[in-house]
C-alpha cells in the first residue's frame, strides 16, 4: 500500500505565494476603489461642465431676446452652435415653456417638440441634470431655467454630452489604472522572491519546523545543565534564565520573576556591562549574590562579530568547594594506594628472584621478615590510631614515604580514638594527606640546578607527625626537614591557587582553610626542630557526642 504523505510548503515558497495573494489582493481593491472614484469625478466632470455651459446660455442676452421674441430664431441657432463648438459639448437646446426647440445641432430638429420626457421639471423653474435618450443618442444632460428681465420663466437651456463619448474617456482612465495594477504586481513579484531570499538568508537557510526543533533542543539543553545560566541583551536586558539558576536565585531571596528585568536590578554587583562593552570574557570570578558565594564565568554573546549580548553561567561556590575537597581527598587516597602497590611489587620481585636462584629457605626467611615488618607497623600505627580509617590512611603514607626515601615518624605519644561519628573521617584525611604530601615535597625539593637544598644537606629526609585529641580539640603536628616556610608566605599560602611548587598546584591548603572554616578550627605555621616547618592544626570535637554513641 502506497501512502502519500502531504509535504509542508518550504518556507521560500509560502512567503512567495503568499506575498503574491496579498499584493494580488490588494492590487485588485485598490483598483476597485480608484475606478469608482475615477467614475465619480469624470461624472462630475461632465457634468460640471454641461452645468456651466448651462448656467452661460441661461445668461445670454441673445437667448432671452430670442424667446421673448425681439430676435430671429437663426441668431440664436448661430450663437448656440458657436457655444457649443468652443465647448465641446454634444448639444445646446433652447426650448420656450412649449418645449419647442429653437436651437439644435440637427437645423432640421429646430421647431419641434423636445425629445426625452425628462425635461417637465425645468418648466417649474428648477434646475437639474438627467440621462435619457434624446434624438442623438443616450446623453447626460442639465437643465437651466431662462428669466426674463421681470424673473419670469420665458424658456429653458439643455446642454447634453452623449454617454458613449463618457464612457469612452471612464475606459481609457480604467486602461491607465489597470496598467498601473499590472506594473505595480510585475514589479511586486520579484520583490517577493527577493524577501523569501532575505528571510531565508536570516534564518541560516532553516525551515521553521527546523528552527521549532533547534529551539526545543536549545531549550532542553539549557535547562539540563547543572550551571545556572543567565543571558543578557545589549541593553542588560534578561532574556535568558534556567532551572539551575531559578534555584540559586531562589536561595538567594530573589524569588520574583526576572525575565525582561534589567539585570543589574537583580545582580547589582554584576559585571556583564564590562564584558559587552569590551568583549573580554571572564572565568572563574567569585562573586556574592545576595549573600551566596558563587563562581561565575562571563563571555560576552557575537554575532556577524558584532556584540548582542553577554551570557553568565554560574555554580554555588559552597558546591564546588566540596567537590574539589573530595577530588582531592581520593586523589590522596589513590597516591597512598599507589604507593602501597609499588612497594608490594618490589616485594614480590625480591621473592621471585630467590626462587628463581633456588634459594627457598631465604625466600621463607625475607615472607617471616616482611611479615613481622608489616605487623609490627600495623600493630604501632593501630595501638595509636584507633580509627581504622585514619589508620589505613597513615599506613598508606608510611609507604609512599618508604617509597620516596623519606624517613616516616609517628610520634609514640600519638593517640586519636576513634571520630567517624564526630567529625568527617575524609575531611581530616584531606588536611593530613595535603599536609604530608607538602612535607614530602619540602624535603625532596631540589635548587634550580637540580642539586639537594642546603639543609637537605644537614637533615636526613624526614617527617614527624603528632595527633591527639585532648579536652575535645583533635591535633595534628607535622613537621618536616626541609627549607620551611618564609614569614612573608605564611599569609598567601592559604589563598586558592598560590604554590611555591609551579603551576597547576595551590589548591590543598586552600582546601584546607576551608575545612578549618567550616569546623572553626586553626592552623599555624612555625620552624621545626629538625630544621624545616612546622603546621599545627588544632580542629574542635565534641567527643561527649561520641561517647554516649
Known amino acids: 500500500m502506497i501512502s502519500f504523505k502531504k509535504r509542508p510548503l518550504r518556507l521560500g515558497t509560502f512567503i512567495i505565494l503568499l506575498v ?48 421673448s421674441g ?44 423636445f425629445v426625452g420626457g425628462d425635461d417637465t421639471p425645468v418648466y417649474s423653474g428648477k434646475e437639474f441634470s438627467s440621462v435619457a435618450e434624446g434624438t442623438l443618442g443616450k446623453s447626460m444632460r442639465y437643465f437651466t431655467p431662462v428669466f426674463d428681465a421681470d424673473g419670469r420663466q420665458i424658456g429653458a437651456i439643455s446642454v447634453g454630452i452623449l454617454m458613449n463619448i463618457i464612457e469612452h474617456n471612464l475606459n ?10 499590472l506594473a505595480g504586481f510585475t514589479i511586486g513579484i520579484p520583490g517577493a522572491f527577493l524577501l523569501a531570499g532575505r528571510i531565508r538568508k536570516i534564518l ?80 572563574d570570578q567569585e562573586q556574592e549574590l545576595h549573600g551566596v558565594r558563587i563562581l561565575t564565568n562571563r563571555l560576552p554573546v557575537t554575532v556577524k562579530g558584532e556584540i548582542v549580548g553577554a551570557v553568565a553561567t554560574f555554580r554555588d ?12 581527598g581520593v586523589k590522596i587516597y589513590a597516591d597512598a594506594l599507589r604507593s602501597q602497590t609499588h612497594e608490594f611489587m618490589n616485594r614480590l620481585h625480591v621473592i621471585l628472584g630467590l626462587i628463581h636462584m633456588g634459594k627457598y629457605e631465604r625466600v621463607s626467611d625475607y615472607i617471616k621478615e616482611v611479615s613481622l615488618q608489616v605487623q609490627d607497623e600495623v600493630g604501632y600505627v593501630m595501638s595509636r590510631i584507633k580509627d581504622p580509617v585514619l589508620a589505613g590512611f597513615v599506613m598508606a603514607k608510611l609507604s609512599s614515604a618508604r617509597e620516596k626515601g623519606i624517613v616516616f615518624v609517628l610520634s609514640e605519644d600519638t593517640y ?18 595535603n599536609l604530608i604530601e607538602n612535607a614530602m615535597d619540602a624535603v625532596g625539593a631540589t635548587g634550580s640546578a637540580g642539586t639537594v637544598s642546603a639543609v637537605a644537606q644537614i637533615y636526613e629526609k624526614k617527617i ?31 589563598e586558592k591557587g598560590y604554590s611555591t611548587r609551579g603551576e597547576q598546584r595551590g ?43
Open 172 to 181: 481609457a482612465t480604467r486602461l491607465m489604472v489597470l496598467i498601473g495594477v
Open 464 to 494: 614527624t607527625v603528632h595527633m591527639a585529641v585532648e579536652a575535645d580539640v583533635l591535633s595534628m603536628v607535622i613537621c618536616d626537614s626541609g627549607e620551611g616556610i618564609d614569614d612573608a608566605l605564611r599569609e598567601l599560602i592559604l
Open 204 to 283: 541560516f537557510g532553516l525551515e521553521p519546523e527546523e528552527i521549532a526543533r533547534l529551539f526545543e533542543e536549545k531549550n532542553a539543553l539549557v535547562q539540563s545543565v547543572r550551571e545556572g545560566i543567565l543571558g543578557v541583551d545589549k541593553e542588560m536586558r534578561i532574556t535568558v534564565v534556567n532551572q539551575e539558576a531559578a534555584r540559586l536565585f531562589a536561595v538567594a531571596g530573589i524569588t520574583d520573576a526576572v525575565i525582561g528585568k534589567n539585570v543589574e536590578e537583580v545582580v547589582p554587583n554584576t559585571n556583564l556591562h564590562y564584558v559587552i562593552e569590551t568583549g573580554l570574557p571572564e572565568y
Open 317 to 328: 561556590k559552597s558546591e564546588v568547594t566540596r567537590l574539589a575537597e573530595q577530588l582531592t
Open 70 to 113: 425681439r430676435r430671429l430664431q437663426t441668431d440664436v441657432q448661430q450663437f448656440a452652435e458657436t457655444i457649443r463648438k468652443v465647448s465641446g459639448v454634444e448639444f445646446i437646446v433652447v426650448v420656450d415653456m412649449n418645449g419647442i426647440r429653437y436651437t439644435h445641432p440637427n437645423p432640421e430638429m429646430i421647431g419641434q417638440r
Open 507 to 549: 589548591l590543598g591548603m586552600h582546601l584546607i582553610a576551608r575545612i578549618l572554616e567550616k569546623y572553626g578550627g586553626t592552623l599555624d605555621i612555625g620552624r621545626a626542630d629538625i630544621g624545616g616547618a612546622k603546621i599545627t592544626v588544632k580542629i574542635p570535637v565534641d567527643m561527649e557526642v561520641k561517647r554516649h554513641d
Open 416 to 433: 586519636v580514638p576513634e571520630i567517624g561519628n564526630v567529625v568527617s573521617e575524609s575531611d581530616i584525611s584531606t588536611i593530613l594527606g
Open 20 to 67: 503574491c495573494l496579498v499584493l494580488a489582493i490588494s492590487l485588485a481593491v485598490t483598483n476597485w476603489l480608484v475606478s469608482q472614484r475615477v467614475v465619480r469625478m469624470t461624472q462630475e466632470y461632465f457634468e460640471g461642465k454641461a452645468k456651466d455651459v448651462s448656467h452661460f446660455m441661461s445668461e445670454s442676452i441673445i437667448v432671452k431676446d430670442a424667446l
